[in-house]
C-alpha cells in the first residue's frame, strides 16, 4: 500500500514540475518578442486602425498605443497626417524606456465613402527615426437608402 501511494506521489509531483517548466517558458518567449534596443526604441500595439464600417459624422478619434523598448527616453518630435482629414496628436514630454504611451488620431468622418490614411511619426528611435501608421475604413452616407 505504501509503495502504491509513493508511486502516485511521484506522479503528481512529475506532472506538477513538468507543467510549471512549461509555464515558464512560455512566459519567457512572450517577455522575448518585443526586442529591446539600444537607444530610444518605440514598438506599436497596431501599426493600422481599421474604423470598419462607421456612421456618417461619428466619433471619429482612435489611439495608436506604442512602448518605448529602449534603454533611452523616447522623443517624438511630430506626428503628421497624409491629409487635412486626418489629425494626429502626440505626447510632447520624453517617453521612458519601458514605459507606454499613445498618439492619438482623428479622421473627419463628414467625409462619406470609403479612406486609407496615414500618420508619419518621426521620433529618436534608434533605427526608425520615421514611422507609418495606417488608419482605413468606410463612412456610410446617411442619403443613401438600404
Not at 478619434?61 to 517624438?76: D, M, S, T
Not at 497624409?82 to 504611451?101: D, L, M, W, Y
Request: with cysteine; glycine share 8%; hydrophobic share 40%.
Amino acid at each position: 500500500m505504501k509503495k502504491i501511494l509513493l508511486l502516485a506521489a511521484l506522479i503528481v509531483f512529475g506532472v506538477t514540475s513538468t507543467k510549471a517548466q512549461e509555464t515558464t517558458k512560455k512566459i519567457k518567449a512572450t517577455a522575448t518578442k518585443v526586442a529591446k534596443v539600444n537607444g530610444a526604441g518605440m514598438v506599436f500595439e497596431n501599426e493600422t486602425i481599421d474604423y470598419g464600417t462607421i456612421a456618417h459624422n461619428a466619433d471619429g478619434k482612435r489611439e495608436f498605443v506604442f512602448r518605448n523598448n529602449g534603454n533611452k527616453p523616447l522623443i517624438i518630435t511630430n506626428a503628421v497626417g497624409s491629409c487635412g482629414c486626418t489629425v494626429p496628436t502626440f505626447p510632447k514630454e520624453p517617453i521612458a524606456p519601458g514605459a507606454k504611451a499613445v498618439i492619438n488620431v482623428k479622421y473627419a468622418t463628414d467625409r462619406v465613402g470609403a479612406f486609407t490614411k496615414t500618420v508619419t511619426v518621426t521620433s529618436n528611435a534608434e533605427g526608425q527615426a520615421t514611422k507609418v501608421l495606417t488608419i482605413k475604413g468606410t463612412v456610410l452616407d446617411d442619403n443613401k437608402k438600404s
